[in-house]
């Protein structure tokens, strides 16, 4: 039998949805683990296999497409909580993520602020590279610039959200 899977981590609980070749769907969950969000997920799959009268790599080579989503990171943006960020971007792309054109709660009220940027804009650093539309480098990535810049990140005065 083949299966899809759906998985969402999330604070409390890992989802999975498991739909097989006929249609059928199946729901389970497991604990997500704070420290190492992968375990909960591990968790839930060998829990899904034993379900199925089978080893968790045998299982897995019967599931042909695996969807992931994390509520965690949904949860993290609206509650400002979550890891320190810094961004890297190629030169000329800084301040899209800083502009959010478009993204506020009320967006037609001109006067409503849109909320602080995720990465504030001293986080943000800039690279000078480029990639054409066909993928293919048109300036190359010089890897010591990036090093230099990942150090200077890291030697910037780190704060929370907001």
């Excluded at 509650?79 to 506020?104: N, Q, S, Y």
């Excluded at 066909?134 to 704060?159: A, D, H, S, T, Y």
Aim: charged share 25%; net charge neutral.
């Amino acid at each position: 039998m083949l299966y899809r899977l759906g998985v969402d981590v999330g604070g409390t609980f890992t989802d999975f949805l498991l739909v097989d070749e006929d249609g059928n769907a199946e729901v389970y969950k497991s604990l997500t683990t704070a420290k190492d969000v992968s375990q909960g997920v591990i968790d839930g799959l060998r829990t899904i296999a034993e379900s199925k009268g089978s080893k968790l790599d045998e299982f897995l080579q019967n599931v042909t497409l695996v969807v992931h989503g994390t509520t965690i990171t949904t949860n993290a943006i609206l509650t400002r909580t979550g890891a320190k960020t810094g961004f890297i971007t190629t030169e000329g792309f800084r301040d899209p993520l800083v502009l959010k054109r478009g993204v506020k709660k009320q967006q037609y009220d001109f006067h409503c602020s849109p909320p602080p940027p995720i990465v504030p804009r001293y986080l943000i650093q800039v690279v000078e590279e480029r990639v054409g539309c066909g993928g293919e480098e048109v300036i190359p990535l010089v890897e010591q610039m990036f090093i230099r810049l990942l150090r200077n990140l890291r030697e910037k005065e780190w704060r929370r959200w907001g």
